[in-house]
């Protein structure tokens, strides 16, 4: 697909021994930032959190290649579908421009009534904030067959995660929907889209082809 379309590729590469477990991967790091720690320094407040990197990693590339490329895209598949839509949810001011998040596990909802890593309860976000939110061009995409029948990957089982879905796909349905309920509530402009790729499970390999002709085949 890099090849079909052109495309530079800049795989990031997440340890296991420096980012164990969720906490540190799925949700970024996100309890470092200033949206759940109220007592953290702003300045300091997003240093260490994932959601900031893909941003630092693109400018490096920028200047190594001598570009004048204005924005990317970003695709995450699983786990990685997790962070993108994170990074969509908290960092609206991302130089992305499209973010495909395809197949999470599970989702951090834009809930107020609902408790952080699952919703956005005491955390602080505010309606202007989910207002860019809501304007950022983040693409769900789903699977048909990555449903609760799925048997590759991880998937979460906790009560708040089985509320969103039995499977993949179908918590994805649920986080869209939710989002776009929060959007007509606030009346505020909603870009986000939904994609479902047919006859497909939970694949990174053919999720990133149907995401790689979503973005780039202008014949579609």
């Given at each position: 697909?890099?090849?079909?379309?052109?495309?530079?590729?800049?795989?990031?590469?997440?340890?296991?021994?420096?980012?164990?477990?969720?906490?540190?991967?799925?949700i970024?790091?996100?309890s470092?930032?200033?949206?759940i720690?109220?007592?953290?320094?702003?300045?300091?407040?997003?240093?260490?959190?994932?959601?900031?990197?893909?941003?630092?990693?693109?400018?490096?590339?920028?200047?190594?290649?001598?570009?004048?490329?204005?924005?990317?895209?970003?695709?995450?598949?699983?786990?990685?579908?997790?962070?993108?839509?994170?990074?969509?949810?908290?960092?609206?001011?991302?130089?992305?421009?499209?973010i495909?998040?395809?197949?999470?596990?599970?989702?951090?909802?834009p809930?107020?009534?609902?408790?952080?890593?699952?919703?956005?309860?005491?955390?602080?976000?505010?309606?202007?904030?989910?207002?860019?939110?809501?304007?950022?061009?983040?693409?769900?995409?789903?699977?048909?067959?990555?449903?609760?029948?799925?048997?590759?990957?991880?998937?979460?089982?906790?009560k708040?995660?089985?509320?969103?879905?039995?499977?993949?796909?179908?918590r994805?349905?649920?986080?869209?929907?939710?989002?776009?309920?929060?959007?007509?509530?606030?009346?505020?402009?909603?870009?986000?889209?939904?994609?479902?790729?047919?006859?497909?499970?939970?694949?990174?390999?053919?999720?990133?082809?149907?995401?790689?002709?979503?973005?780039?085949?202008?014949?579609?």
């Open positions: 697909m890099a090849n079909k379309y052109n495309l530079l590729v800049l795989p990031p590469s997440y340890s296991k021994t420096k980012y164990p477990k969720s906490k540190n991967y799925n970024g790091r996100l470092n930032s200033s949206f720690n109220k007592t953290t320094k702003k300045r300091n407040s997003n240093e260490e959190w994932i959601l900031d990197d893909f941003d630092r990693i693109f400018n490096t590339a920028l200047a190594d290649v001598n570009s004048t490329q204005k924005t990317y895209d970003l695709f995450g598949h699983s786990a990685g579908g997790q962070i993108a839509h994170r990074l969509a949810l908290f960092n609206p001011k991302t130089k992305v421009n499209s495909v998040a395809a197949n999470s596990g599970w989702y951090t909802l809930d107020f009534d609902t408790e952080f890593p699952y919703g956005l309860k005491d955390l602080t976000i505010k309606k202007n904030h989910l207002r860019k939110t809501f304007k950022s061009n983040l693409i769900i995409l789903l699977g048909e067959k990555d449903n609760k029948y799925e048997k590759r990957g991880d998937l979460r089982k906790t708040l995660a089985n509320v969103q879905g039995g499977g993949r796909f179908s994805g349905i649920y986080f869209f929907k939710t989002a776009e309920v929060l959007a007509d509530k606030f009346k505020v402009k909603f870009n986000w889209k939904k994609k479902i790729v047919k006859d497909v499970g939970h694949s990174y390999s053919k999720m990133g082809v149907a995401a790689a002709e979503y973005l780039y085949n202008t014949k579609r």
